[in-house]
């Protein structure tokens, strides 16, 4: 089945930065690739997703982007802001259509 | 908008005792997910239901069963609670279309079992 690997596990950065988290998959067939961003105390919620057909999708200071011949995914945020400090995860589709979770990333940005 | 509504937020059980963790959507959504979230591990998937009126098994269905009372609740069972089960458990919905279509998660039910 699919395995998703995400990296790194805690990210620190200074407000106004950029902040790069990293997700490699194993099942070429999966199509469909999730962001989520968790609050303390809260559920995860959808910030981009992205499908095997394009390579990379933007929505203000988040983009995502997509290499399906390495297989990894990557979320992109620029200019951070200390709002941005939570937990992400990343998620695959595989082949079976059950959605995958990586183990996620605490990104926290320093003011 | 309430969206996924989960209750209880918080429980604690003993070893041995049965708990029903409630869960319903108002997105008018089909299918519906029950996921559990461990320090380091992600979510993983428990038990899915594609549409009302079928479930199937995910990842880690073991010591768990699942009821689709109808379109918008979702019931996750434990039987006879296990240490192993504490967790902060999820559930989750989405719109017709397919695996492809964004999750949208309550905000947990937090179990601790002794």
């Known amino acids: 089945g699919e395995n998703v690997e995400q990296h790194p596990s805690t990210l620190s950065v200074q407000e106004g930065d950029s902040a790069v988290i990293k997700c490699t998959y194993s099942d070429s067939a999966s199509n469909y690739f999730p962001w989520y961003k968790q609050e303390l105390g809260k559920g995860p919620q959808l910030i981009i997703d992205?499908?095997?057909?394009?390579g990379e999708k933007k929505d203000q200071r988040i983009a995502v982007t997509l290499n399906k011949t390495a297989k990894h995914f990557s979320l992109h945020i620029t200019e951070t802001q200390p709002e941005d400090s939570a937990v992400y995860f990343c998620a695959a589709k595989d082949s079976s259509y059950k959605l995958i979770f990586g183990s996620g990333t605490r990104l926290l940005v320093r003011p | 908008n309430a969206g996924v509504t989960q209750t209880p937020k918080f429980q604690v059980l003993k070893t041995g005792q049965s708990m029903t963790l409630q869960c319903a959507q108002d997105?008018?959504?089909?299918?519906m997910y029950w996921y559990r979230q461990d320090p380091g591990m992600g979510l993983r998937l428990i038990y899915y239901?594609?549409?009302?009126?079928?479930?199937d098994k995910g990842e880690v269905p073991n010591g768990y069963n699942v009821s689709r009372l109808n379109k918008r609740e979702f019931s996750l069972r434990l039987e006879s609670a296990a240490p192993s089960q504490t967790s902060v458990y999820f559930c989750?919905?989405?719109?017709?279309?397919?695996?492809?279509?964004?999750?949208?998660f309550g905000d947990g039910t937090r179990l601790s079992i002794l």
């Open positions: 997105m008018n959504h089909n299918s």
């Open positions: 239901s594609a549409s009302e009126g079928t479930t």
């Open positions: 992205i499908r095997s057909n394009v």
């Open positions: 989750a919905s989405s719109s017709p279309g397919g695996w492809n279509q964004p999750q949208h």
